[in-house]
């Protein structure tokens, strides 16, 4: 293939990342965040997986089989538990400013910046290697696609002239962007929002790559996973690949763990877990779609493998680059393409958020505390630094490049890509135990942590970094053969004679078991001071206290306009001015009254000049221009313990006052409703006496009438006893009604429930009421079908409901040409009944009120009541005792039809046998 | 009502069955050179655990009751708990 179509093709990739990446940052400037969508977050954690497992994986599998697959599931592992661990380090990230991993350990022990310091400098040397992997597998590639159509072995890299090596260029190339992203300019939380857009599309331009060429050569070349796998278990030489031999397994174990702290501790995965992390929810998403992201690209990692080794003779072509080999063996040019860019997006996404995590580590932990403090320099006194820090942080991505091309063009040719990767991986695996521990046991001290980093990083650098440049042949071999001056318990591969390991599985179990064991035991024999006393407590208790809790330990003074100065010189007037305004309006005060600053303020002002410059130099800074001092550690001690135990007494007492709002709220409901219940007894007495009075005065009235005048003639008199008679029929029903209504509602009616035919009933009560029909001369329909099923009902009281609604209907029923319909029907689960007339009908406002008590439609020309109004709320509550329903359809002037439903007798015996 | 709590608690029973399931003596049973529909039964075992791992990761995290999600943020980085009185007041406590 044409050099200039791949430089070309190269190029234009390149091009559309770098539109992406402005694209994301202009959005995130105009405040509308392009990368949003938790998606782009697990997208962009997907970084972890490099060159290396675009390349490395396939060649791992053709040697040892499985043994690729420890490096994914050891991060399945520890996303499966990052709802504790990684939110817990994003929270303390978040509240404490944290903008690398140098930060993280340096914070937490005290601030301490020789302990962030001794981070950013086993960061830079123990990620060269990474770095210069993926150099070698970009011009690997490169060389191995220039050949097309041949398959070759990619060219040795030390042959071709500097300038003309593509590796230096793809170099170059990568520091530039970083640059353009990743410094910007100075971001107190240094978030680079294009640079996470750009990478999460690198991600998916990887996928989709590997999962091309492996459906490709799986379903293209072979016929399947069955034909593939046939064919090569067939050939008999793969029991080995299928199979893990003794070695294997105890080498998983190591890979499996060095793998989980790998994806913690490793700068770039720091940066985009935790430093770019816009939302702490975006985790949850994190959590299952990052382990799916790493079961899609290793799904074909080991077809492609045993397809390789099939094809191809292991002597003629490198397993490590089986993926793009296959597809140029197979003549398919544009698929080989597709492969080259998939592993350039893998290297370039590597490299570029590495160095820039890098340069922030280099330039606030390494560069910064040596210029602060040298006074020649005069840093301390210029005006604006952020240009300054900038600079650093430039210069320090393009050195860390060629860093790594150095080591890619010393090294680099020794080893297969994952062996240099697992280097890497070894060290940054010594951040692990200060980490991890520092977040979950307050007890580690700055000096547990110093010494287990420094012997951890040294027996590294023994073990794995001096016996590689042994081999490379830059010191005598026989160091790593026979050990130094010939001491064969020193010998770097066989540390004290321990064997039954490969080097990197060797050197893992050496330099974590005496890291760990020399951080917890230093720890143990050493006491913490004020300030590393509180960073533990803070960083521990980060769910527990929320934020911080500092100010209570800071006691000092500032003017306000020293610390605006200061924290300006770092982060830029403007944004120094907008933090300060935000921090004035989130606590509702006006700086332009204050004057000298509180110790919340200095505070503050510290944080934020933490995420320009690390916890550590933002310490120095602050105390340059406040003075005050920490309060002793015997006070921290009392200080951090009485917060505890506030903090407890104030859980219980939030606990208790929870329970008290649940009981006032219920009692509070109760009130309401027995001040409703004794309303409505008022109500209901007041009516009552009114209805009752009625028919009282009227007898009383009509008797004294008849008292006073002995002389009345008889048919006068027969007429005033006749209305006395009826008035005190109507008294005695009114008082049988109000004694039913409250027998019923107190419940202590005795009913008859029973089965029976409904049909008999209907007829009884019109038959009861035939007598009025016949002389208002009204016409009565009944439909009642025969053989109705059975209800089950008090027989007595249904009875009562039909005869009452009868009579309300012969009662309002046009009184000319009154018609009355009677139906029965059997409809579901229950029985349906409605009694229909040609009265006047009920206005539409009362057809909701007519069931309550006392409420009577008055009749337009006769305002005298015609009934009690007690008929229809007895019969609703009879009805729903017996678990109907009661309604009025009604349009008025067109009559009204009540209707009522009670349940059948099946179907409550259904229900019972159901239940 | 579940308890609170019990979401994340299953979560890390998953990471109990991961680490066991991907041990090396869970691993020696299925460490025999078969195929088993035409995939070796080691891979077929790991992939399997592996995405099955994963799908109920998901199905457990999508459903945490709110009381375990993160309270919202107002204003990352500056503390929000309003400053104790420090200084000889606080006599006595603890």
């Not at chain 1, 290396?52 to 396939?58: A, D, E, L, N, Q």
């Not at chain 1, 109000?738 to 009616?749: F, T």
């Not at chain 1, 009541?865 to 067109?894: A, D, H, N, Y």
């Not at chain 2, 529909?37 to 199905?59: D, Q, R, T």
Request: proline letters at 4%.
């Amino acid at each position: 293939m044409a050099g200039w179509v791949v430089i070309l093709a190269s190029l234009a990739y390149l091009s559309l990342l770098f539109a992406i990446a402005y694209y994301g940052d202009r959005r995130a400037d105009q405040g509308r965040s392009l990368i949003k969508n938790p998606a782009f977050y697990a997208l962009s954690i997907a970084v972890y997986c490099t060159s290396w497992t675009f390349y490395g994986s396939v060649g791992r599998a053709a040697e040892s089989g499985a043994e690729f697959l420890p490096i994914y599931l050891g991060p399945t592992l520890v996303f499966l538990l990052g709802w504790f661990m990684l939110r817990k380090m994003i929270r303390i990230s978040k509240v404490n400013r944290i903008t690398s991993i140098a930060d993280f350990v340096g914070a937490r022990y005290g601030k301490s910046q020789m302990l962030a310091g001794l981070v950013t400098i086993i960061a830079v040397v123990g990620i060269l290697p990474y770095i210069s992997l993926q150099l070698k597998a970009v011009s690997q590639s490169f060389g191995v696609l220039l050949a097309y159509p041949e398959v070759v072995r990619p060219n040795a890299s030390g042959t071709s002239l500097l300038l003309l090596d593509e590796a230096l260029w793809v170099a170059l190339l990568m520091a530039m962007f970083s640059i353009l992203f990743g410094t910007r300019h100075i971001d107190a939380a240094e978030h680079h929002q294009g640079m996470v857009a750009a990478i999460a599309f690198e991600s998916i331009v990887k996928l989709v790559a590997f999962l091309a060429v492996g459906l490709f050569v799986t379903f293209g070349v072979f016929g399947g996973f069955g034909d593939l796998f046939g064919k090569a278990a067939a050939s008999g030489a793969f029991d080995k690949l299928f199979t893990m031999g003794t070695g294997g397994i105890s080498s998983w174990v190591m890979l499996t763990f060095l793998a989980m702290a790998a994806i913690v501790c490793l700068p770039r995965q720091f940066q985009v877990m935790v430093v770019e992390n816009l939302n702490e929810r975006d985790l949850k998403k994190a959590i299952w779609l990052f382990p799916a992201y790493l079961i899609a690209i290793n799904l074909f990692v080991l077809p492609i493998a045993v397809a390789g080794l099939l094809t191809f003779d292991a002597q003629t072509v490198t397993p490590d680059t089986f993926v793009l080999s296959l597809p140029i063996h197979e003549k398919q040019p544009w698929l080989a393409l597709l492969v080259f860019l998939g592993g350039l997006s893998a290297a370039t996404g590597m490299v570029i958020v590495e160095t820039i995590a890098l340069s922030t580590m280099v330039c606030n932990d390494l560069v910064m505390p040596v210029l602060l403090r040298s006074r020649w320099f005069g840093l301390s006194q210029r005006a604006d630094l952020t240009g300054a820090l900038l600079s650093i942080r430039r210069g320090t991505i393009v050195v860390i490049v060629l860093f790594g091309y150095l080591y890619y063009r010393l090294i680099g040719e020794t080893y297969a890509l994952v062996t240099i990767g697992l280097v890497s991986f070894v060290a940054a695996a010594q951040f692990a135990p200060a980490m991890i521990a520092g977040m979950f046991w307050k007890g580690g001290t700055r000096a547990g942590a110093f010494a287990g980093l420094l012997s951890g990083f040294a027996i590294w650098f023994y073990t794995l970094l001096l016996p590689s440049f042994a081999r490379s042949g830059w010191i005598p071999l026989d160091f790593v053969e026979s050990g130094p001056f010939g001491i064969e318990l020193l010998k770097p591969y066989n540390l004290l004679g321990l064997s039954g390991f490969d080097a990197i599985g060797h050197a893992t179990f050496w330099s974590l078991l005496v890291n760990a064991g020399i951080y917890v035991g230093v720890s143990m024999s050493t006491r913490q001071d004020a300030i590393e006393r509180i960073q533990a407590a803070q960083f521990v208790d980060v769910f527990r206290t929320g934020a911080a809790h500092e100010t209570v330990f800071w006691r000092g003074t500032a003017t306000l306009t020293e610390l605006r100065d200061l924290v300006a010189r770092f982060v830029g007037a403007e944004r120094a001015e907008q933090a300060f305004r935000d921090y004035a309006r989130a606590r509702g005060i006006d700086l332009g009254k204050t004057r000298d600053a509180d110790a919340d303020l200095i505070s503050f002002a510290e944080r934020v000049l933490a995420g320009a410059i690390g916890a550590a130099s933002a310490r120095v800074m602050v105390g340059s221009v406040a003075k005050g001092e920490m309060v002793g550690i015997e006070e921290v001690m009392r200080i951090l313990d009485e917060a505890s135990h506030i903090l407890q007494y104030s859980r219980q007492l939030e606990l208790k006052s929870q329970q008290l709002e649940a009981a006032t709220r219920d009692l509070r409901e109760a009130n309401l409703r027995l001040t409703e219940l004794d309303r409505l007894k008022d109500d209901f007495l007041s009516t009552v006496s009114h209805e009752l009075r009625t028919p009282l005065t009227s007898i009383r009235s009509f008797s004294e009438i008849l008292l006073d005048n002995p002389a009345l003639d008889s048919a006068q008199r027969a007429n005033f006893v006749g209305i006395i008679a009826r008035e005190a029929e109507r008294l005695t029903r009114l008082i049988n009604q109000l004694l039913d209504l409250a027998k019923l509602e107190a419940g202590r009616l005795e009913w008859q429930m029973s089965d029976f035919d409904p049909g008999p009933v209907v007829d009884d009560a019109v038959a009861a009421v035939h007598g009025l029909v016949v002389e208002r001369e009204i016409a009565l329909e009944s439909d009642v079908p025969v053989g109705l099923p059975f209800v089950r009902a008090d027989k007595d009281r249904l009875t009562q409901v039909v005869i009452n609604l009868l009579s309300n209907a012969v009662k309002f029923t046009d009184p000319e040409k009154g018609r009355i319909w009677v139906r029965a029907r059997a409809i579901g689960d229950y029985l349906e009944v409605s009694v229909r007339d040609n009265g006047p009908g009920i206005p539409t406002e009362w057809q909701d009120r007519i069931f309550e008590r006392f409420i009577q439609v008055k009749n337009r020309d006769d305002p005298k009541p015609m009934g009690t109004g007690l008929g229809l709320p007895i019969c609703k509550q009879i009805i729903e005792f017996f678990g109907g329903r009661i309604w009025v359809t009604s349009r008025p002037g067109q009559g009204a039809t009540f209707s009522f439903t009670v349940p059948l007798s099946r179907a409550i015996t259904r229900k019972l046998v159901a239940a | 009502m579940r308890r609170p709590g019990v979401g994340a608690e299953r979560l890390i029973g998953l990471f109990l069955i991961g680490a066991i399931g991907f041990s090396p003596p869970v691993l020696t049973l299925f460490n025999k050179p078969l195929l088993v529909a035409g995939i070796p039964l080691l891979y077929l075992y790991l992939f399997g655990l592996w995405i099955l791992l994963v799908v109920l990761a998901g199905l457990v995290i999508m459903q945490l009751v709110p009381a375990e999600e993160p309270p919202p943020r107002a204003d990352a980085g500056a503390p929000t708990i309003p400053a104790n009185e420090p200084g000889p007041a606080r006599e006595g406590g603890g």
